[in-house]
């Protein structure tokens, strides 16, 4: 039977006597309920829109009828009604629906404040919806569905999203048996073959001795059987009509692949651009070419043979260009940050700040480099840095704040000039081969110390040594090989010098004498 029910879901009319009734199912497509009655006095002027008709549990809403009077002079209504997922179609996002989150999320925001519920929810994962024209919540729903590859379950006002539909149960429809007629359908227009069978079953399930057997859903995986036509092939039950006044002879179109038509319908209306119309953000005219702009203003691209721009805008439809191609002047224009794998050809020229021509010859005001610099020679006033090395290893030179170190081939340091040596000062010290001080020059405040633990050598072997100032020899406790005679004229001034004086009392003279025996002055003496 069939009850017909107010807006507040109240029964009004029990229908009995009804004909041509239908209720028909598509995965992914519609969910409708059509029937026949004869007009009456008592029930028929409750069937209206707005009210609602109540079959097998779920609801339907009457959203067509029509009446036909006979030759008879009687009169019938046919009825067309769609399962209350309708009623989503007048839930409209007029800014659109540009969302990201689960599926569960998603139907959460596409179903708030619409009276719906959530019931099963399978997919998961991470998907984004950007409808950006008015969108319904049953258009969005369809969307939610594709975008993460699940399909819609209505129950009243219970949606669900399943991973798949249906079962496999093991049913065969097989001619002989339980199948009445079939059309094979073979479709390429689209470049993809695809095949649909039109088939008329006995359902077997209803009657009493094959109760429990046999039974099927739409989106069951089936057997087709036909011998004679050669079919046999196991694919799903993707339409599904049948009476639910007598559910025995039924209808189901079983594919590999066909889409639902109000589906099909609504991608074409969701997906396609009219000539200057703006759909999902994208819009193709004669002037511009195409241009895609996103929800909030703040960015744009325009493609056209000419010319290729993406812009960033301010929110309020102006737009200025981060990205200019101009192929026919050969002008190519970026703002803001470039990152790129590699650049081959050309030359870079930012203003009189920094170039690269063809060569390879760069002009910078200053740099900042991270990791290995390689070159056979650097020319400039001022290098800064931490640590400089004329090599990694081995014999080498390294100069860092601390001040220079040389070493030999064998990594051994040999030389310091440290800024802060041992003694506080800056110092300029010697190491031998094992590593051990040889001596140490160090400026002091008011002197220039130099120091070795062992021996200190001054030669000039082929020319003079020469000293400025005094030579202070206080400190040393000796002064080896140091004689007379190696020091210049020194004899000569001692010879000069009196050492010796004698009295001849013969000749009453005081005699005086130098230290070679030459006599220097007498006195007579009287």
Same mark, same amino acid.
């Given at each position: 039977?069939?009850?017909?029910?107010?807006?507040?879901?109240?029964?009004?009319? !029990?229908?009995?006597?009804?004909?041509?009734?239908?209720?028909?199912?598509?995965?992914?497509?519609?969910?409708?309920?059509?029937?026949?009655?004869?007009? #009456?006095?008592?029930? &028929?002027?409750?069937?209206? !829109?707005?009210?609602? /008709?109540?079959?097998?549990?779920?609801?339907?809403?009457?959203?067509?009828?029509?009446?036909?009077?006979?030759?008879?002079?009687?009169?019938?209504?046919?009825?067309?009604?769609?399962?209350?997922?309708? #009623?989503?179609?007048?839930?409209?996002?007029?800014?659109?629906?540009?969302?990201?989150?689960?599926?569960?999320?998603?139907?959460?925001?596409?179903?708030?404040?619409?009276?719906?519920?959530?019931?099963?929810?399978?997919?998961?994962?991470?998907?984004?919806?950007?409808?950006?024209?008015?969108?319904?919540?049953?258009?969005?729903?369809?969307?939610?569905?594709?975008?993460?590859?699940?399909?819609?379950?209505?129950?009243?006002?219970?949606?669900?999203?399943?991973?798949?539909?249906?079962?496999?149960?093991?049913?065969?429809?097989?001619?002989?048996?339980?199948?009445?007629?079939?059309?094979?359908?073979?479709?390429?227009?689209?470049?993809?073959?695809?095949?649909?069978?039109?088939? #008329?079953?006995?359902?077997?399930?209803?009657?009493?001795?094959?109760?429990?057997?046999?039974?099927?859903?739409?989106?069951?995986?089936?057997?087709?059987?036909?011998?004679?036509?050669?079919?046999?092939?196991?694919?799903?039950?993707?339409?599904? &009509?049948?009476?639910?006044?007598?559910?025995?002879?039924?209808?189901?179109?079983?594919?590999?692949?066909?889409?639902? !038509?109000?589906?099909?319908?609504?991608?074409?209306?969701?997906?396609?651009?009219?000539?200057?119309?703006?759909?999902?953000?994208?819009?193709?005219?004669? *002037?511009?070419?195409?241009?895609?702009?996103?929800?909030?203003?703040? /960015?744009?691209?325009?493609?056209?043979?000419?010319?290729?721009?993406?812009?960033?805008?301010?929110?309020?439809?102006?737009?200025?260009?981060?990205?200019?191609?101009?192929?026919?002047?050969?002008?190519?224009?970026?703002?803001?940050?470039?990152?790129?794998?590699?650049?081959?050809?050309?030359?870079?020229?930012?203003?009189?700040?920094?170039?690269?021509?063809?060569?390879?010859?760069?002009?910078?005001?200053? /740099?900042?480099?991270?990791?290995?610099?390689?070159?056979?020679?650097?020319?400039?006033?001022?290098?800064?840095?931490?640590?400089?090395?004329?090599?990694?290893?081995?014999?080498?030179?390294?100069?860092?704040?601390?001040?220079?170190?040389?070493? *030999?081939?064998?990594?051994?340091?040999?030389?310091?000039?440290?800024?802060?040596?041992?003694?506080?000062?800056?110092?300029?010290?010697?190491?031998?081969?094992?590593?051990?001080?040889?001596?140490?020059?160090?400026?002091?405040? *008011?002197?220039?110390?130099?120091?070795?633990?062992?021996?200190?050598?001054?030669? /000039?072997?082929?020319?003079?040594?020469?000293?400025?100032?005094?030579?202070?020899?206080?400190?040393?406790?000796?002064?080896?090989?140091?004689?007379?005679?190696?020091?210049?004229?020194?004899?000569?001034?001692?010879?000069?010098?009196?050492?010796?004086?004698?009295?001849?009392?013969?000749?009453?003279?005081?005699?005086?004498?130098?230290?070679?025996?030459?006599?220097?002055?007498?006195?007579? !003496?009287?």
């Amino acid at each position: 039977m069939i009850t017909i029910l107010n807006s507040q879901y109240k029964p009004e009319a !029990i229908l009995e006597n009804y004909w041509n009734d239908e209720i028909y199912e598509q995965i992914k497509g519609a969910y409708t309920l059509k029937f026949t009655v004869y007009m #009456d006095e008592e029930k &028929s002027h409750y069937i209206q !829109i707005g009210n609602y /008709a109540e079959v097998e549990g779920q609801y339907f809403n009457i959203v067509n009828h029509r009446r036909t009077r006979n030759d008879d002079n009687s009169v019938i209504i046919t009825v067309e009604c769609e399962q209350v997922s309708y #009623d989503l179609l007048f839930t409209v996002y007029e800014g659109g629906f540009i969302h990201s989150g689960t599926p569960l999320q998603l139907l959460q925001l596409a179903l708030g404040g619409t009276g719906f519920t959530i019931g099963t929810v399978q997919p998961t994962g991470y998907i984004s919806i950007e409808i950006k024209e008015n969108a319904n919540a049953r258009g969005v729903l369809m969307e939610i569905a594709a975008a993460c590859g699940g399909e819609l379950h209505f129950d009243k006002y219970t949606v669900s999203l399943l991973n798949r539909r249906g079962y496999d149960r093991g049913v065969q429809f097989r001619l002989g048996k339980n199948l009445k007629g079939i059309v094979k359908d073979v479709n390429g227009e689209s470049g993809e073959v695809l095949t649909g069978y039109e088939v #008329d079953v006995v359902e077997l399930n209803t009657l009493p001795e094959f109760e429990g057997l046999e039974y099927f859903e739409l989106g069951d995986t089936v057997d087709i059987i036909d011998e004679e036509l050669q079919i046999h092939e196991q694919q799903r039950i993707i339409e599904y &009509s049948y009476s639910p006044k007598r559910r025995i002879n039924s209808s189901v179109v079983i594919a590999n692949h066909i889409g639902g !038509i109000q589906d099909t319908i609504y991608r074409i209306q969701t997906t396609t651009v009219g000539k200057d119309k703006w759909m999902y953000g994208v819009k193709i005219g004669p *002037d511009e070419g195409i241009v895609i702009e996103r929800y909030d203003k703040m /960015a744009r691209s325009v493609w056209n043979a000419d010319e290729f721009r993406m812009q960033k805008g301010d929110g309020s439809g102006s737009y200025t260009d981060a990205l200019y191609f101009d192929p026919i002047n050969e002008e190519y224009e970026f703002t803001g940050v470039v990152r790129a794998g590699q650049f081959i050809g050309g030359s870079i020229d930012i203003g009189s700040n920094f170039s690269v021509d063809s060569t390879g010859h760069m002009r910078a005001v200053s /740099a900042e480099f991270s990791g290995n610099i390689t070159g056979s020679t650097i020319n400039g006033g001022t290098i800064i840095g931490s640590t400089i090395k004329t090599a990694n290893n081995g014999q080498r030179i390294e100069m860092d704040a601390s001040g220079l170190r040389s070493y *030999d081939a064998s990594g051994n340091r040999r030389l310091n000039i440290d800024s802060n040596g041992s003694n506080g000062f800056g110092s300029l010290s010697f190491w031998g081969p094992n590593q051990t001080t040889n001596g140490e020059i160090t400026g002091a405040n *008011d002197v220039l110390i130099m120091q070795s633990n062992q021996n200190i050598s001054f030669a /000039a072997v082929s020319g003079t040594l020469f000293f400025q100032g005094n030579l202070d020899f206080r400190s040393a406790p000796n002064v080896l090989g140091f004689g007379i005679g190696k020091v210049n004229g020194l004899i000569a001034e001692l010879n000069a010098l009196a050492v010796n004086m004698t009295f001849d009392p013969l000749t009453r003279n005081l005699k005086l004498w130098s230290k070679g025996g030459n006599l220097l002055s007498q006195v007579n !003496i009287a």
